[in-house]
């Protein structure tokens, strides 16, 4: 009778022992919490334009989705085991990086979307900037020529819109009354296979290509500027996408837009391939439109995706002499795999 008694007073001490805290779960936790600010925040650790972890943070509402199920997965497993160890830390670190992904996209702001951009023109004093990567002919003409006129676009930033495909639309939205004029860029060698053409309204006078100002790597990019010296310098930006091979080069285009952030009076508008995260010091200089009227968490591309899922990598970009009225991201994406944004600016 002594001795089962005493087995008995011993069973609960190992019972709490197998349901207690394990060293696993201390030391995965230790280990796995550098991991999870990599796919939370990168930036704090300089990281977001890594590979790997750029790509990851592009899709951020995908990344959160992943992590939800992932550390539900290891908390059944923790909770069928009973035991505080290394699947209980790793569901914890999920779960936690997950919730700070979806904190991110509900500080950036869902903001606002338009079937056609309708009724978005600018009033008095504004211009209104419109970007949109037309998949290189993939959206008509035409249906570029009736966003222009629906959003009463001032600049239009066109990447791979062609020489003949701009001219069409400067046609046909001059029919409509409303004067542009149009240019391309296929680079400084002018030998690029994808162009980016810009259309800007007669009202802004006569502009001209920047030769001194170069462009991003691989893929054109372009700085214009007024003949007479008065009014914004415009840029119409396309550096490539942070794909293997490609991210020197994607880097360097970046670090491009950057270096145009320097003038106050700058407006940039096209496909940078790159959410804010990746922006880094080019928002030292500029502001991006859509992060400042809260519209930042909506998806551009692939058009294909919901404006939730899909990667905000489409920007107007604007210089400390600009304010930003409203921005918003265009649902029809007339066949481009690109959603275009609008934003309305106004000189402070």
């Not at 190992?14 to 939370?40: C, D, H, K, N, Q």
């Not at 992590?67 to 779960?95: E, N, Y």
Request: charged content about 20%.
């Amino acid at each position: 009778m002594t001795t089962a008694s005493a087995q008995d007073r011993d069973l609960p001490d190992r019972t709490a022992g197998r349901r207690g805290v394990r060293p696993g779960f201390v030391l995965t936790a230790l280990l796995g919490a550098p991991i999870a600010l990599l796919l939370s925040w990168p930036q704090a650790l300089g990281a977001e334009r890594l590979p790997g972890i750029a790509q990851l943070i592009a899709l951020r509402a995908g990344l959160a989705i992943a992590l939800l199920i992932t550390g539900i997965v290891f908390a059944v497993v923790a909770r069928a085991r009973r035991r505080w160890s290394i699947a209980a830390a790793l569901a914890v670190l999920l779960l936690a990086s997950s919730a700070a992904n979806a904190g991110v996209l509900l500080a950036r702001g869902g903001g606002a979307t338009a079937g056609s951009g309708s009724g978005s023109g600018s009033g008095s004093g504004e211009l209104t900037v419109l970007a949109w990567n037309t998949l290189g002919g993939a959206a008509t003409p035409q249906s570029i020529a009736r966003l222009v006129i629906a959003t009463d676009a001032d600049i239009v930033s066109l990447p791979e819109t062609d020489e003949a495909a701009v001219a069409e639309i400067a046609r046909l939205v001059a029919v409509d009354g409303k004067p542009m004029t149009a240019d391309t860029t296929r680079g400084p060698e002018g030998d690029a296979d994808i162009p980016t053409s810009l259309l800007l309204s007669a009202d802004l006078g006569d502009y001209r290509i920047d030769e001194g100002a170069g462009s991003t790597p691989n893929l054109p990019s372009a700085v214009w500027e007024p003949v007479d010296g008065t009014g914004p310098r415009i840029v119409a930006a396309h550096p490539l996408p942070p794909l293997p091979g490609m991210f020197d080069d994607w880097d360097a285009g970046l670090d491009w837009v950057s270096d145009r952030c320097t003038d106050p009076d700058v407006i940039i508008a096209g496909d940078l391939n790159a959410t804010v995260d990746h922006l880094g010091s080019v928002l030292d200089g500029c502001r991006d439109a859509a992060l400042e009227t809260g519209a930042s968490a909506v998806g551009t591309w692939p058009a294909s995706a919901p404006p939730w899922l899909a990667s905000p990598i489409d920007h107007v970009l604007v210089g400390e002499a600009w304010e930003v009225r409203t921005a918003s991201v265009i649902t029809d994406a007339a066949g481009s795999d690109h959603r275009p944004i609008v934003a309305v600016i106004a000189r402070r």
